[in-house]
């Protein structure tokens, strides 16, 4: 691009199946933490460090931009003395060539602050929810469980709301296919509607763990996270990420710092923050 953006839509190619996407990490903040908090159960290894990376992530084939999920807003980061927040996702897609308005869909994979908090910036978009995800958070279980409840922006969960009357929101029952190439697919464990996206890419098909697998520790040693809404969920959600995906190095977990070493990063001013992932 011109302006020296990374040119992430790339040239179309009349040789390239128009449901092939490239897919994007984006690193959005950090915050320092302890094992114990990171895994169910007691953990001999507790109390060492632990670091917690947030993300967002971007599909974009020939004919279509979406976004995975979108992060904390700025005003809810700066109430987060915890939170080293790096930027807004939003401004993080903008540097990278992708307006909000253009984005098509948005995939929330479940409800939870860190994953709702930029959705209203995407003003063109339609927000592609689970139905038990969003039946449990308006229903009457969730309000009357502190546990969870801090987890949901009453702000967000507002707009969503909105959102849907104002037809703009498609709920999923299960498993389906978004755009051509990319599919949501419901696994449930560490919420009640938890989604996770499978994408074909030109390396095979990659799928996007969000909080399905916080770590790439929770799949890969069949470790549940320490917050879950179901044991047995958690324990097939992990079951599934590796049934979807088109192998080991094709998993994104959703909140692992290793995602920055995994996979090459952005050239240029994003390469402390965005990686390619295919």
């Known amino acids: ?39 169910h159960g ?3 290894r507790w109390d060492e460090p632990h670091p917690t990376a947030y993300y967002v992530w971007l599909a974009v ?4 931009t979406v976004v995975i999920d979108t992060g904390i807003s700025p005003d809810r980061a ?29 995939v929330l994979t479940h409800l939870h602050y860190d994953h709702t908090g930029t959705a209203e910036a995407f003003g063109a978009a339609r927000y592609v929810v689970q139905r038990s995800e969003l039946d449990y958070w308006t229903g009457p279980w969730a309000e009357r469980i502190e546990r969870e409840r801090w987890l949901v922006s009453d702000r967000d969960m507002k707009h969503l709301l909105g959102a849907r009357d104002a037809g703009r929101v498609r709920l999923v029952d299960g498993d389906a296919e978004i755009v051509p190439g990319l599919s949501v697919h419901h696994v449930g464990g560490h919420t009640a ?3 996770v996206v499978r994408v074909r890419t030109a390396r095979g098909h990659v799928v996007l763990a969000s909080d399905a697998s916080h770590f790439y520790e929770n799949v890969e040693e069949d470790r549940p996270f320490a917050i879950l809404h179901s044991m047995t969920g958690m324990y097939g959600a992990f079951d599934r990420i590796k049934e979807l995906a088109g192998g080991p190095a094709l998993v994104v977990a959703g909140h692992d710092p290793e995602v920055l070493r995994r ?16």
């Open 61 to 64: 084939s020939d004919r279509h």
């Open 193 to 195: 509607g938890m989604q």
């Open 78 to 106: 700066g109430e987060l003395p915890y939170l080293d927040y790096l930027a807004s996702p939003v401004e993080t897609l903008a540097a990278m060539g992708v307006a909000a308005g253009s984005v098509d869909h948005v």
């Open 42 to 44: 007691y953990d001999e």
């Open 1 to 39: 691009m011109s302006d020296g953006s990374p040119d992430v839509h790339g040239s179309p190619d009349v040789h390239r199946s128009p449901d092939v996407h490239r897919v994007y990490a984006i690193c959005y903040g950090h915050r320092d933490a302890r094992r114990g908090q990171h895994f």
């Open 263 to 278: 996979f090459p990063r952005l050239p240029g001013p994003l390469g402390d923050r965005v990686v390619a992932v295919a």
